[in-house]
């Protein structure tokens, strides 16, 4: 089964969808091809930006402070009830333009899935600078990927017109928020799912995209052999 997933690497409920995700095919138990799709929550944003998280929500947002650390809270509970340690004080704000191109690279050398939880785990658990191109080289380097290689993508334009026609394709399915999830290029599911839900999901789709057989014939079986012999 394929299944595509267009997230942010700057999106809390994504990192925690993909660990959600990640259990309900290992409950499952069936082959899922697993393709991440770039989208960018704010790609105004410039590479590196000095502002708090906090202080960041609240200009883009419009929200008081009360009202983001409220929500920072309710997002840090979820994903700690999925066994991640999100820290946002530690949190540096940055654009994701560049961490989707090396996503990209990733996916071009079989690396993907392990760069996506990489990137993720670095932006919201361990504090690193996404938006910084040494870091994401460094990033790179842990799931696999060659330092030289990534750095030399990350100096280039190179993957720019992927990022920017996965976003564009974005637009015109009507993804307005991720994580988005679109199952054999029919079904889409929004939004962080409960892991039970995504087993639901995924065993749903494997019944409607499975030609079903249909038994035809007399009344009367006919003869053939099996296990016990032949009749």
Known sequence: MRVEIWSDVACPWCYIGKVRFERAVAEFG?????TYRSYQLDPSLPPHDDRSEVDYLVERKGMSRDQVRGMIAHVSEAAAGEGLAFDFD???VANSFTAHRLLHHAKAHGRL???KGALLAAHFEQGRDIGDPETLVAVAASVGLDAGESRDVLLSKRYTDDVRADIAEARQI???GVP????EDQYAVSGAQPSEVFVDVLRQVWTMTRPQLVTLGGPVDGEACGPEGCD
Do not use: A, D, N, Q
Request: aromatic share 16%; hydrophobic share 50%; glycine share 6%.
């Open 30 to 34: 069936r082959p899922v091809e697993v």
């Open 90 to 92: 530690r949190l540096v």
């Open 180 to 183: 988005f999830y679109v199952f």
């Open 113 to 115: 899935p392990e760069l």
């Open 174 to 176: 009507g993804v307005t």
